[in-house]
């Protein structure tokens, strides 16, 4: 008996620990109506890049890092940031954070520090303008998402096929409108979550690079994608604009 009354107490701690954690895919809600994304891209991107099994589904979790391919989750901001603050002080650059699993080495001169560069809101917000981006360069939405893992073809066709498998599951018809500037976005986010009011109209906290991108340095490594179970064909379609 008092190992069952343990168990539900720790159960009652963890998810009040939960409730308290910054909401990424209310966050990605903001953002996409912010910038005009399609609904539901940025959230299946989220929950693709940091999604973490939440009261039995996954949800994007914002305490989230990746080395050298190797996924860490952690408890709590604090604990996340001690130990990528040590992978720094050994020399590490080439990891991944946050909510959008942004990458130091490329991405980390546009925010003044780590603790900002991991902080959801400011992780959400720069990975919307950074997919907006993306896509006025190409033109199309698909190519913008296989872009935001990787320009080469077949990792980043491998990326756009799991954000496509993640995104039905957020919508059962598996497609997507165009966001309306100023209009209600819609995703699978409960209501609960927490919203973040720091974002409104105005300058953007953590400003784009204007001149050099990432995919430029002739030494980027190419990296490696998750080993992932075998899934069927991927239904023919793209992600409308």
């Not at 050298?68 to 002080?89: C, F, I, M, W």
């Not at 981006?133 to 080469?152: F, M, N």
């Amino acid at each position: 008996m008092r190992l069952i009354s343990l168990v539900l107490f720790l159960t009652s701690l963890a998810s009040v620990a939960a409730a308290g954690v910054p909401g990424c895919e209310a966050l990605t809600a903001q953002a996409t109506e912010r910038h005009g994304l399609p609904k539901g891209l940025l959230t299946a991107i989220a929950r693709t890049e940091s999604g973490r099994a939440q009261d039995g589904r996954s949800r994007a979790w914002p305490w989230t890092s990746n080395i050298r391919g190797r996924g860490h989750y952690y408890d709590s901001k604090t604990h996340a940031l001690q130990h990528l603050e040590a992978v720094v002080a050994r020399g590490e650059r080439s990891f991944d954070v946050g909510c959008m699993q942004l990458n130091y080495r490329w991405h980390g001169s546009r925010f003044d520090t780590l603790a900002k560069m991991i902080d959801p809101a400011q992780n959400v917000d720069y990975a919307a303008r950074y997919l907006r981006e993306l896509r006025d360069e190409t033109g199309d939405w698909d190519t913008a998402t296989r872009y935001y893992h990787s320009r080469d073809p077949a990792r980043g066709q491998a990326y756009l096929g799991r954000v496509r498998r993640v995104l039905a599951r957020l919508d059962p018809s598996g497609t997507l409108q165009p966001a309306p500037e100023r209009a209600m976005v819609q995703t699978a986010t409960s209501a609960e979550e927490p919203s973040d009011q720091r974002f409104r109209s105005g300058d953007p906290l953590i400003r784009l690079a204007s001149q050099s991108h990432y995919w430029q340095h002739p030494g980027l490594p190419e990296g490696t994608l998750p080993r992932l179970p075998r899934d069927p064909v991927i239904r023919a379609g793209r992600i409308k604009r």
